[in-house]
Nanobody
Framework: QLQLVESGGGLVQPGGSLRLSCATS????????TGWFRQAPGKEREAVAC????????NYADSVKGRFTISRDNAKMTVSLQMNSLRPEDTAVYYC?????????WGQGTQVTVSA
């Protein structure tokens, strides 16, 4: 099973940028569809962006379209999320996800806080 470790979270001012990375190991990344989810305090976990196993297809939540970009490098076994024009409402714990045959693997999460 794939293991996932996120990094890159932190505190950023509104309008700023962050790049989240997800390092994977234990299996072949190209066998998995991957995505980023987030969970804010008191709210349900929600999908932010996803990318197909080949990297050719992406989807985004309406709230982040035009601001976030998901990418992956199967050779380097990494998945990334470039986040620009950050807003206070983007504050949440961000989780990397990988799915194969309807089985999900999750990372431990990384905190993103957008505040002046």
């Amino acid at each position: 099973q794939l293991q996932l470790v996120e990094s890159g979270g932190g505190l950023v001012q509104p309008g700023g940028s962050l790049r989240l990375s997800c390092a994977t190991s234990g299996s072949t990344l190209e066998d998995y569809a991957t995505g980023w989810f987030r969970q804010a305090p008191g709210k349900e976990r929600e999908a932010v962006a996803c990318i197909s196993s080949s990297g050719r297809s992406t989807n985004y939540a309406d709230s982040v379209k035009g601001r976030f970009t998901i990418s992956r490098d199967n050779a380097k076994m990494t998945v990334s999320l470039q986040m620009n024009s950050l807003r206070p409402e983007d504050t949440a714990v961000y989780y990397c996800n990988a799915r194969r045959n309807y089985v999900d693997s999750w990372g431990q999460g990384t905190q993103v806080t957008v505040s002046a």
